[in-house]
């Protein structure tokens, strides 16, 4: 859970690097939440004509900028623009090849987004 409110505390911090175990635990953690409120919406009733539930959907506002900051972040950590999110624009293609740059390997030193995280600095400033 520390690793879900790390990004959380950084949620508009769209410089520096995050480590994969950052991202994905982060990712992890949102998935059940977000499972969780689905399910609360739709035991509540509050499910809105369109399928959504009111508790999913301002979930889902609430941790838009911090999802969009740890992923360039973690772009950043592979040596990559954070501009390469919009390859997610791309039906089907972008999404894998986006789950692809997300997963690789960090660079082993510093880079121009700053320091290698898993040698102590959790983020440049």
Request: proline letters at 3%; aromatic letters at 10%.
């Amino acid at each position: 859970m520390n690793w879900y409110l790390e990004v959380l505390k950084n949620y508009a911090q769209f410089e520096g690097r995050a480590r994969r175990k950052e991202y994905w635990m982060f990712i992890l953690i949102h998935i059940i939440i977000a499972i969780a409120l689905s399910i609360v919406d739709q035991a509540a009733g509050l499910m809105v004509a369109s399928g959504t539930g009111v508790l999913s959907a301002l979930y889902s506002v609430g941790v838009l900028v911090p999802s969009l900051a740890v992923a360039v972040r973690r772009l950043h950590d592979t040596g990559r623009s954070g501009w390469w999110l919009l390859l997610g624009l791309i039906p089907c293609l972008g999404a894998l090849v986006l789950i692809f740059f997300l997963a690789q390997d960090g660079e082993a030193g510093a880079n121009v987004h700053g320091p290698n995280p898993k040698l102590g600095a959790t983020h440049a400033v």
